[in-house]
């Protein structure tokens, strides 16, 4: 790896940390920046960070940690943003520095809950940061197998190939293996949608329905995600490749998912309201289903998951009912 | 239901009971052949299968129990057999009465060992079926969650739709929901082909490789059933259907499927031989890798996972090593 790469990624949780980790096998200095002054004080004392992923070994003398994002945004040329995407809009409002001459990419699985835009749109659109310049990471990745340095493969995309082989460069290693896309959009809508997905697969769960439909709601779940994404950006793509599928096979059976958990109390009785405030931590889909379902309106896909969680979460039905409805539209 | 409709299970495992069961909910009276003469009697006695999915209440009065295979064959239209595909031979050469004018669907997900055919094949080869007059039951579906009533969703393939629909209105009811389907060929060979992938998930668990590395290996393994099953029998399928990736994904994820329990073992460093013996139950896929890979070498298909679960149960190789070797196969 070339000691020029300046690389940064902005974020403190578990998937920031995580990256930050495989960046650091091959990176000399990696720039970070998260908003808490202590969490950057244990790092450097204690070498890992003290609420995400605190399993993850991390040396300090390799990272350049601030809580300045604008020090951080100013000193590096790619930066890699893996905050919640509700809290997207208020760290880049923090901005005095341009993006404009930055590589972006996102490494978040949602979309701006303000915008209605998935994150890549976001940046162009609100940044004006040229899509060529933007990127994505998605995996099938939890952050904790990472810190296990369990055997994990990533996508990067980009549109511009030369920058996604550097990043591609910059995480590939011993436990992660990368592989390059063009679908910058297509990408970012399967790991905006699988997290609704996943929601289903908790509601479903928490109401009682087993491992057989379970398998059933996946397969569903695979070819919605198709129709859903062929409408917004057509191109040629392998629905089955692991950014797609296997993204959503990962989150959509995880009993550890933040959205699965949370659709699980809604399953089992829970208002959205409190099974948002007994989880405290914030579920993407919850976002992102609001904003898909408005998207497939103006697209008019047939999204029967979609419809029925957007029902369960914002329309005030009942899951049990929406359920049993969408059984009878699934196949 | 009409009451003229005779169907009779063929053999007394959890599957074979779970058939019972549902056609129970909707016929008068089911023909039901199996082994074990003890087992009928406790069935007739206790109203349920002593030995395999004990906890499903049956109806001793709604069943016709016998175990001379020859006097249930001889008395109904419509046979399902639901026996391991390693005895099916041995069974079959019990019969003096003729199949030519039956009815038969496979509930087998296997192949026959003996002349590595799949079922369908067996009968038309060896016993002179017509194709039209042979059809296929598939999943995604666990007995188990059968005798709980969890709603599951099956496939029946005929190429005689009338054929289809009979059964399949036999079969769906307040859990079951069905769908009929023209490829059984294509169904029976993904019903095969699933138990191979689930003992490459048992491999690879045992071996130590986590969710992230599941999920990409079964974004592998749909990929190349497709390619696979393309080779034998082209025609149009959507492979993402619930009879090909929702069989898959209900076995390739199911900590009781005994192909995966299996492959865990042989990842966890058992032999063969020993893993055999330890579980004292067939793994389907065991025997269907073998013809598996031989008729991949006929077809050509590029076949990575196949390839590792043969090289490891047939030629004596270390799991470790094939697995290693697969990891940079996929993507």
Tied chains: 1, 2.
Aim: glycine share 8%; with cysteine; charged share 20%.
């Amino acid at each position: 790896m070339s000691n020029s790469t300046k690389i940064a990624v902005i974020g403190g949780g578990s998937w920031a940390t995580a990256i930050v980790k495989m960046l650091s096998e091959n990176l000399e200095s990696v720039g970070w920046y998260m908003r808490s002054v202590y969490a950057i004080e244990h790092i450097k004392r204690n070498k890992h960070n003290p609420n995400y992923l605190s399993s993850a070994e991390l040396n300090p003398k390799q990272l350049i940690l601030s809580s300045d994002i604008n020090e951080i945004v100013a000193a590096y040329d790619i930066l890699i943003f893996a905050i919640p995407s509700a809290f997207l809009k208020t760290e880049l409002e923090k901005l005095t520095v341009s993006l404009e001459n930055k590589t972006i990419f996102s490494a978040i699985k949602g979309i701006v809950p303000e915008t209605g835009l998935i994150v890549g749109e976001h940046f162009q659109q609100v940044y004006n940061v040229p899509l060529e310049n933007i990127g994505v990471i998605s995996g099938p990745c939890h952050a904790e197998e990472v810190a296990m340095e369990r055997l994990s493969y990533l996508t990067i995309a980009c549109q511009d190939p030369a920058k996604a082989k550097i990043l591609s460069k910059a995480i590939a290693g011993r436990y992660i293996k990368t592989k390059i896309s063009d679908d910058i959009v297509g990408t970012e809508y399967a790991a905006m949608l699988k997290n609704i997905y996943a929601i289903a697969a908790g509601i479903a769960h928490g109401l009682g329905y087993g491992d057989n439909f379970q398998a059933v709601l996946m397969s569903n779940a695979i070819r919605e995600m198709k129709r859903y994404i062929k409408k917004v950006h057509r191109m040629k793509r392998n629905i089955n490749n692991s950014a797609y599928l296997g993204d959503l096979l990962v989150t959509g059976y995880s009993t550890f998912s933040r959205n699965r958990m949370f659709g699980n109390m809604i399953g089992k009785g829970y208002t959205v309201k409190s099974a948002m405030m007994e989880m405290s931590m914030v579920a993407e889909g919850y976002y992102a289903v609001k904003s898909a379902y408005e998207i497939k309106q103006k697209t008019g896909t047939r999204t029967p998951i979609i419809d029925a969680v957007y029902a369960v979460l914002y329309g005030g039905k009942e899951a049990k009912d929406q359920f049993e409805k969408l059984t009878n539209k699934m196949n």
